[in-house]
């Protein structure tokens, strides 16, 4: 059950479903307070194994066949045009993070335009003699300003009416009857008889608190239903197929042209291309040359376009792994890490109950904020891995989305009035825009004075080394003057050292500290016997680091029988770094592991440094106990035993990896 203290963030929350239900479904469990930035990559589509979803794929080239069709044979008028090139984004999936919310701006104009522009290049007769398949990312090779969102946006619409029919069956078979309502959707299907896009009706999953938050993101009270995603469709930061991959790759790509004369040909005309950058712009580094020559030279020879693809196609089980592992990575982020840090705001601090219509409440937050970070040491949510800091502008503004609602729904942009305005961004320190920023701040709410408006900015700088708090606080000195409020937030890892240790700095730390260390680089693993399967999982993906001496691995399995067991465990704590624990049921039920071998791990943690996380192999009752104090891989909610098998592997790898670096840097 959710925590009533805490307001719903997941669908999971608001609808009453089990994690591990949308997990085994293969549904993302989307976060439905911010869209994250995920997005659907067509080329999964292409190379799965599903015959669904390679269905899918072909409808996508079907449709892109008959516009060009249509293109060539007749003369489109205005309301065709927008029936059949225009789409709204499908903001209900809650997915293709957007600065202004849960709403982007779907496709318009300039997609038509270059969708009819490419149109010839996207069906070249020849490409089919290289590449399987037709690909829509080839469009965002060849054209500028056509990105992963654009690709994304008209794949998401062009197989909604199967988002549709996969929502609706998890609805009626899952969800609560008063959670689904029959709604009528626009442009859910497309019917080649009547050459126009259909409104078709579906049962979809409805909350009606979702209608308080989105307000503000001009959502209408029709729309206010959910679409599930299969997370298998899902990548983040770029598609398979797309363009830097493409420059980067040039090399290769040319030395593996079957024709010798053209091979010749466009390493001569890059040669060429190359002198005439340079004498273009002489002050033009030798690299930005080449790179605009490369790009002159994929122009000049579309072929190679269709060779970079022929490439890509053949990495496809590459494809299938590296969005696995971004979208487990974003899960860890966003839905682990940030939700987290939530929970311990919301039952930890008074953060909630402060509003943020007035500019005063929303400083307030910030000082709260500010104090669970330096103070209490919370500042860790903030990191990636234990050294690793969130490092883009992105990261931190879905942080900031997450954080700063509120259970009454108000976006972090909110209007107190219809003549107030209160603007709360956070921003990384070591942005070399910053300010930039803060002076375009200053002068925007100067000219909100003049006209008589009463707007408020606040800018938090979030600074995760000396260096870049160094540069925050003078950023704070220079607008002092300014209307701007800038505050600095301390997140560099000593303000995050007490709690990633779970202790203060103790004198008795100090004197350990002092004292000559023993070799550490061991993981203690503290398990249920019942539960002897995930130790040998866990075992099998260790093993590589093990035999690369990068660590060792102990548990009660070295136990001999003449030895006594509370000296043994003694001794390999001795030697561990890292007390990893395979939570379940029957292991918070043991007598043995919670008298014995508990009080020995967390006094090698006070005393030792040992860092101890722990793993939920299936769904217990952890939050009696101290685990809901510790760090959790993955997510406390997030069971091993609800996950499909190449998801589990996946998560486990980056478990041992994650351990291994631990060890590592303790040891150096």
């Known amino acids: 059950m959710p925590d009533p203290t805490i307001p719903p963030i997941l ?37 799965s194994e599903k015959q669904d979803y390679q269905k899918l794929h072909g409808e996508i080239i079907d449709y892109l066949v008959f516009l060009y069709q249509k293109s060539t044979t007749t003369s489109p008028g205005k309301g065709e045009l927008e029936a059949w090139y225009h789409f709204k984004e499908v903001k209900q999936t809650w997915l293709g993070f957007t600065a202004s919310g849960n709403a982007g701006h779907g496709l318009a104009q300039t997609f038509a335009k270059a969708l009819n522009k490419n149109f010839k290049l996207l069906f070249n007769p020849s490409q089919i003699s290289v590449t399987k398949s037709f690909h829509l990312e080839k469009l965002g090779l060849i054209e500028k300003g056509v990105g992963r969102d654009t690709i994304s946006d008209f794949t998401t619409n062009l197989i909604k009416h199967y988002l549709l029919e996969y929502t609706q069956e998890f609805a009626r078979t899952k969800i609560d009857k008063k959670f689904v309502k029959r709604f009528p959707v626009a ?35 029709g729309d206010n239903y959910v679409i599930l995603v299969p997370t298998d469709l899902l990548t983040r930061h770029e598609a398979w197929i797309n363009k830097a991959d493409m420059l980067n790759s040039f090399d290769l790509i040319a030395d593996s ?7 010749a040909s466009v390493n001569n005309y890059l040669a060429k291309a190359i002198e005439k950058a340079k004498k273009q712009n002489a002050d033009r580094k030798q690299d930005e040359a080449e790179r605009r020559a490369i790009q002159e030279t994929f122009r000049e020879f579309p072929v190679l376009i269709d060779y970079f693809i022929k490439r890509r196609e053949e990495l496809g089980e590459e494809a299938v792994s590296s969005s696995s592992k971004k979208v487990y990575q ?39 904020l500010k104090n669970a970070i330096e103070r209490d040491g919370v500042g860790s949510f903030f990191y990636k891995t234990d050294k690793q800091p969130i490092s883009s502008e992105e990261d931190l503004r879905v942080a900031h989305r997450l954080l700063w609602f509120n259970q009454n ?19 990384l320190a070591s942005n070399n825009s910053v300010s930039q920023f803060i002076k375009a701040a200053n ?20 600074a995760f080394n000396g ?17 701007a409020r800038v505050f600095v937030i301390d997140a560099s890892p000593p303000q995050i050292l007490r709690k990633s240790l779970g202790t203060e700095d103790t004198k008795k730390q100090k004197e350990n500290n002092n004292m000559p260390k023993r070799k550490k680089d061991q993981i203690f693993i503290s398990y249920s016997h019942a539960d002897a399967k995930w130790l040998d999982e866990f075992e099998k993906h260790l093993k590589p680091f093990d035999r690369a001496g990068k660590l060792s691995v102990w548990d009660d399995k070295k136990i001999r029988a003449s030895q006594k067991w509370k000296d043994e465990i003694q001794k390999a704590l001795d030697t561990s770094g890292v007390a990893l624990f395979l939570v379940s049921p029957t292991f918070l ?7 014995e071998e508990m009080p020995a791990m967390l006094k090698a943690a006070e005393e030792e440094g040992v860092l101890i996380f722990w793993v939920p192999v299936r769904s217990s009752a952890y939050k009696t106990t101290f685990l809901k104090d510790l760090q959790s891989r993955p997510g406390p909610d997030k069971p091993l035993a609800g996950m499909s098998t190449a998801k589990r592997d996946t998560v486990m790898v980056d478990i041992c990896s994650e351990i291994a670096e631990i060890i590592n840097e303790s040891l150096n």
Not at 257 to 263: F, T, Y
Not at 415 to 424: F, Q
Not at 589 to 595: K, T
Request: glycine fraction near 4%.
């Open 11 to 47: 669908f999971s929350d608001y609808f009453g479903v089990a994690e591990s239900e949308i997990e085994a479904y293969g549904a993302f469990n989307a976060c439905l307070i911010s869209d994250l930035p995920l997005f659907i990559d067509p080329f999964l589509l292409f190379n």
């Open 589 to 595: 039920a043991s007598d043995f592991i919670s008298d």
């Open 467 to 483: 260096a870049d708090r160094q540069k925050a606080e003078e950023h704070q000195k220079e607008s002092i003057n300014g209307k």
């Open 409 to 427: 729904g108000f976006e972090p942009d909110t209007k107190a009035s219809k003549e107030d305005i209160i603007k709360v961004e956070f921003k």
């Open 257 to 263: 042209l079957p024709d010798d004369a053209l091979r």
């Open 443 to 462: 002068e925007k709410l100067k000219e909100a004075d003049e006209k008589g408006e009463k707007n408020e900015s606040i800018i938090v700088l979030f």
């Open 187 to 221: 442009k859910a299907k497309f019917n080649y008889n009547t050459e126009t896009w259909a409104t078709l009706p579906f049962d979809l999953p409805f909350h009606a608190n979702l209608a308080n938050y989105s307000a503000g993101n001009k959502r209408q009270s």
């Open 330 to 368: 974003a899960e860890m982020l966003f839905l682990a890490k940030f939700i987290n840090f939530v929970s311990y705001m919301a039952t930890e601090t008074p953060f909630y109950k402060h509003g943020i219509t007035t500019v005063q409440d929303a400083s307030d937050r910030v000082r709260i």
